[in-house]
């Protein structure tokens, strides 16, 4: 397989353009058109990781957190950054990161969390911003029922659990089509009216492109009229964080244990508890702390997260819990989302969980 065939399959999964402007998500060093012996998974991309891979015959390596953030000037091989990339390059391994990307879609990092948490029912914390669309087209009214589907097959029309919204409605459209048109209605030269339909769908700006295709190949005119509308709407299906409930009410410190058990975490570090049962359960994998008003005004019990700083842990006041569970251990389980997610797709392409325990962050008891 070559490395674009599969940094296309992940980038559906996660697209680029959700990840955060501090990012770098995407393919760091490798030639798209590459073939890939095969790939091994691991949450960062170390030297050690890539020693791995070249031991075991991978030559592409996908993490989650990319090695590269800044731009790098010099290659002395001073840091673990110069390392790592001088490495791959020298031994052509090519290095991709899916990132902020993959903790923004709903079934990303912070559904996995869900899953192994028995957390049900969830929903984005904080939706995304500036991310939904609407495109508005006129079309014959004969030819309307292909065009809209087309639209919709490319994936427009998507509202929260519903999927196909459209919205349509008759009018009259006017053109006159030069002596250089080859109309699909209408004689040249001549001012002509058409029954037409508006049709307004809705969708998140990375299908952009596949649905304007899809809109132009359905479309009879020779000329399609269209319009595109930014909207600030928030995109429920993108976002940071997770918010979810739990089959059934639990007692905190049983939920903390549960959690602290289920993550493999050495320590939890939490607020007060709060005498009360947990039931709606936010979770943000990794640093989580800037979502901890959202989590407070979802009504979440408890914010399984990392990254905490002491002043901010004061901000519970009393409303949640704060669970800091670890950084490494929160997001542990995004390697398995990867493999299982590529496994499905490529069922005969080899895939390597890697082995290395990649946590900066050692504990003494
Ligand atoms: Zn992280």
């Not at 700006?205 to 020779?222: D, G, K, S, T, V």
């Not at 359960?281 to 002491?310: E, H, M, Q, R, W």
């Not at 949640?320 to 590529?342: A, C, K, R, W, Y």
Request: with cysteine; proline share 4%; net charge negative.
């Amino acid at each position: 397989m070559k490395i674009i065939e599969l940094t296309t399959f992940l980038e559906t999964l996660a697209p680029l353009s959700l990840q955060e402007d501090y990012d770098n998500s995407g393919l760091i060093v490798g030639e798209p058109d590459a073939t890939i012996t095969a790939a091994m998974i691991s949450l960062d991309c170390t030297e050690a990781v890539i020693d791995e891979a070249i031991a075991k015959g991978c030559n592409f390596v996908i993490s989650h957190h990319p090695i590269v953030f800044k731009g790098l000037k010099k290659f002395n091989k001073k840091n673990y950054v110069e390392r790592a990339v001088m490495k791959a390059i020298k031994f052509d391994i090519a290095l991709y990161a899916i990132h902020t990307n993959l903790d923004h879609v709903l079934e990303g990092v912070n559904a996995k969390i869900c899953a192994k948490l028995g957390i049900k029912q969830y929903r984005i914390l904080s939706p995304r911003k500036n991310t939904l669309k609407k495109l508005v087209t006129f079309c014959p009214i004969q030819q309307a029922d292909q065009v809209r589907a087309a639209i919709l097959q490319a994936g427009a029309g998507s509202i929260g659990n519903y999927s196909d919204c459209s919205f349509s409605t008759p009018g009259t459209g006017t053109f006159k089509a030069s002596e250089n048109a080859n109309p699909f209605v209408g004689e040249r030269g001549e001012l002509h009216r058409e029954d037409e339909l508006r049709i307004e769908i809705i969708y998140p700006e990375f299908l952009e492109r596949n649905i304007l295709i899809a809109l132009l190949q359905a479309h009879p005119y020779e000329e399609v009229a269209y319009d595109l509308y930014p909207l600030s709407n928030s995109y429920q299906q993108a976002g940071a964080g997770m918010i979810g409930t739990l089959d059934k009410p639990i007692n905190e410190m049983e939920f903390l244990r549960f959690v602290k058990g289920t993550l493999n975490a050495k320590v939890i570090r939490h607020t007060a508890l709060r005498g009360k049962n947990v039931q709606r359960v936010a979770v943000c994998g990794g640093t989580g702390s800037f979502l901890l008003p959202a989590a407070i005004a979802a009504g979440a019990d408890v914010f399984v997260t990392a990254d905490f700083k002491y002043h901010e842990f004061f901000d519970a006041e009393g409303k949640i819990v704060i669970s800091d569970v670890g950084h490494f251990e929160t997001e542990q389980f995004t390697q398995e989302l990867l493999f299982e997610n590529i496994q499905k797709k490529f069922p005969n392409f080899a895939i390597h969980l890697t082995s290395i325990d990649t946590n900066p962050i050692k504990y003494i008891f």
